[in-house]
């Protein structure tokens, strides 16, 4: 795992389990998590996770706190009017990183919205049956693998072009057809 992402794991998500806060954790980290391990050639960065919408300002407030503890920055963002809690950490004493994010998700007819920078989606409320996982000795929680892996299929139909990193999660995650689909002039073998 990569070192600056220990903190998170090791404070602010106990933290937010204490407050009785429930997330789902999606992205890279829901990604590896599928797998079972680690597999990006660059550790993966951040983590990602979604919040419903009436435990969203109650998880900026406990944020906030925890940045102010530990030296970190904060910052509430707002893209396609979706509200985004970020925290960053200095890297090398020089340079804010983003390194934990949380957005809110949205109940409404009997189906969950998540904004993202591309747009929104609706889903089914089975999006908020939480998978327990472990990965290197951490425990979190993510959404099933079926919505993982539709959440990354849906990213990919909003790009045209993709960082490395979107291969080498499409090369565990999709079957062989489904990633010639995105990556036709790839190689589907894992690294």
């Not at 327990?132 to 929680?141: P, Q, V």
């Not at 959404?143 to 790009?159: G, T």
């Amino acid at each position: 795992m990569n070192e600056c992402l220990k903190p998170f794991f090791e404070q602010v998500l106990p933290i937010i389990e204490s407050n009785k806060i429930k997330y789902w954790i999606y992205g890279g980290i829901g990604y590896a998590s599928m797998i079972g391990k680690f597999y990006r050639s660059k550790p993966n960065p951040d983590v990602d996770l979604f919040v419903l919408e009436n435990d969203f300002e109650k998880i900026e407030e406990i944020l906030e706190k925890l940045c102010n503890k530990n030296g970190w920055k904060t910052c509430k963002t707002f893209l396609n009017i979706r509200p985004k809690v970020e925290i960053s950490t200095l890297k090398n004493k020089k340079e804010w990183k983003e390194r934990f994010s949380v957005v809110p998700a949205y109940l409404k007819n009997k189906q969950v919205e998540l904004k993202f920078r591309e747009g929104s989606g609706k889903y089914s409320l089975n999006i908020l049956n939480r998978e327990k996982r472990s990965l290197e000795g951490y425990n979190f929680f993510t959404v099933s693998n079926e919505f993982l892996k539709k959440l990354f299929m849906e990213y990919l139909d909003s790009k045209q072009k993709y960082p490395s990193k979107r291969m080498e999660d499409a090369r565990y995650i999709l079957t062989k057809e489904e990633f010639t689909k995105y990556f036709p002039n790839q190689s589907y073998e894992k690294s």
